[in-house]
């Protein structure tokens, strides 16, 4: 009995870490170096990740009955879980980074918003931008249109300005071509009258 109440506040714990939980990776840290673990910790915690160490059975517990219960398999050896609660992909992009310099680290599998995925389908995963990211790739596409719409109607201002004194200026020219016409029409009459006597 005494066992039971012992588990009972950590399985609460983890339950509480994964409640509402956007993003969860489950890895096996075993193989990482003390500087390598505190260096991934630090890049979790600056992602706005939680990453804890339990005992299997105690996640085994908190999971169940959630959609983090199909990562029951892979609760073998020690694990570790990376939550995120903003950023689904968060987790895994921060993970699968780490582990391209760390090798040691295996990723074991996640859930990302309800959905199950195995170390490649986590793989994958963490090619996908950032919220912040795709957010500010969003605003840039929205932003261009208007910017070069906005060049535009610059350019067509100060064009409009200096295009204005260049129109009122062609209908002189115009005009200026004109009499030369009326004069030459004008002396047509003259040499035939002259061409008849």
């Known amino acids: 009995m005494a066992k039971v109440e012992l588990k009972k506040p950590v399985i609460d714990e983890i339950s509480e870490v994964v409640k509402d939980a956007q993003g969860v990776v489950l890895v096996d840290y075993r193989g990482l170096t003390v500087e390598q673990d505190t260096d991934l910790r630090r890049q979790l915690r600056e992602a706005g990740i939680t990453y804890k160490v339990y005992k299997n059975t105690m996640m085994n517990f908190a999971f169940k009955g959630t959609d983090l219960e199909a990562l029951a398999p892979h609760l073998e050896g020690p694990s570790a879980i990376a939550v995120s609660k903003d950023d689904a992909t968060a987790p895994a992009r921060v ?48 932003q261009s249109p208007i910017a070069n719409l906005a060049r535009v109607l610059d350019q067509i201002a100060k064009n409009g300005n200096d295009a204005a004194p260049a129109a009122e200026a062609a209908p002189v020219k115009e005009e200026a071509a004109e009499e030369p016409a009326a004069a030459e029409e004008a002396a047509a009459p003259a040499e035939e009258a002259k061409e008849e006597q």
């Open 95 to 142: 993970v699968v980074k780490f582990a391209k310099d760390a090798p040691k680290l295996e990723l074991k599998a996640g859930v990302v918003e309800g959905v199950y995925y195995d170390a490649k389908g986590i793989t994958e995963i963490a090619k996908i931008p950032g919220r912040e990211e795709l957010l500010s790739r969003l605003l840039g596409s929205l």
